[in-house]
């Protein structure tokens, strides 16, 4: 696939019509969640709210420019290296959803368990609300290195475009899911990704750590091991909270204790597990 048919997708394609109205709704309740919460006068940090929201303007902004061209640029030289192209149609839409969302089970999985990756998806955790403008709150230096996950989907054959909007509908659908106001959902808590299952997994409590990293369906986590039910009161944020509303702080805390734990090392080999180790690795 060449540069230039890729950007034509991404212009003219009409599952991108579908992405932009699907992004609306996803802000409409947000924004219908708010005045509930407003109305019923339901506890919430609003400075986190504020926080969450500047988050994803800053995000919009960086996506718009910078980095949201970055996976575009990187991709599509993968692609030359596949051995045939998947074409575009419903049933292969379908296949590369799925394919994305066993894709994004890893990336999540992976971005829990290695200190560098958890330095910007901490920024999801690190708030001890549970709402849905939690769902905005994502790093704004993820878009650097995301792109990566996808290169088996691409050398497989799937193309860029497929591979890039499979992810971002992956992640789209999770808006909904970040609230308190939906309880459990019966069988469906084991099977898609719910706003129950979910609840457990931006958990603090011991039990519930590293659970539940599906996005769309909870299968996955079923077959590996690390699915969890919700089966007691969940206390969100982070195992140890950063206390701050500040959204540059929010974005970069977790690499500045990287950096002073990489200070107190005596050698490059515990610097190095230190920033690619294991989350509680200590020399």
């Known amino acids: 696939m060449s540069f230039a048919k890729l950007i034509s997708l991404f212009e003219e394609a009409q599952i991108m019509t579908f992405i932009g109205y699907f992004f609306l709704f996803n802000l409409g309740i947000i924004i219908l969640e708010i005045l509930v919460d407003v109305f019923t006068l339901k506890k919430r940090r609003w400075k986190d709210t504020i926080a ?15 980095i949201g061209t970055i996976g575009v640029v990187c991709l599509v030289p993968v692609s030359w290296l596949s051995f045939f192209e998947i074409p575009l149609h419903i049933y292969t839409w379908i296949l590369a959803f799925f394919v994305a969302d066993f894709t ?3 990336m999540h999985r992976l971005e829990h368990e290695h200190r560098i990756l958890w ?9 001890e609300d549970y709402n849905l403008t939690i769902s905005l709150r994502l790093s704004i230096v993820e878009g650097l290195f995301e792109w990566l996950f996808l290169i088996p989907m691409v050398l497989v054959g799937f ?32 099977i898609f990704n719910t706003p129950s299952i979910h609840r457990v997994h931006h958990g603090s409590n011991n039990k519930y750590l590293d659970k539940n990293y599906g996005g769309f369906l909870i299968i996955w ?11 007691e009161p969940v206390v969100y944020g982070l195992t140890k909270n950063i206390n701050t509303n500040n959204p ?36």
């Open 119 to 127: 330095a910007s998806h901490s920024v999801h955790h690190s708030s």
């Open 159 to 190: 193309s860029p475009f497929q591979a890039i909007v499979g992810l971002v509908l992956v992640a789209q659908f999770q808006t909904w899911i970040h609230t308190e106001r939906i309880g459990k959902l019966g069988w469906l808590d084991g």
């Open 104 to 106: 994004y089970y890893w």
């Open 248 to 283: 540059i702080k929010i974005n970069f805390i977790e690499y500045k204790h990287i950096l002073e734990d990489v200070k107190r090392c005596k050698t490059l080999k515990d610097k190095l597990r230190i920033v690619f180790g294991s989350l509680i690795w200590k020399p």
């Open 52 to 66: 969450n929201i500047s988050i994803f303007i800053i995000n919009q902004l960086l996506e718009k420019t910078i």
């Open 221 to 231: 986590d079923r077959l590996f091991g690390t699915y969890q039910k919700e089966e």
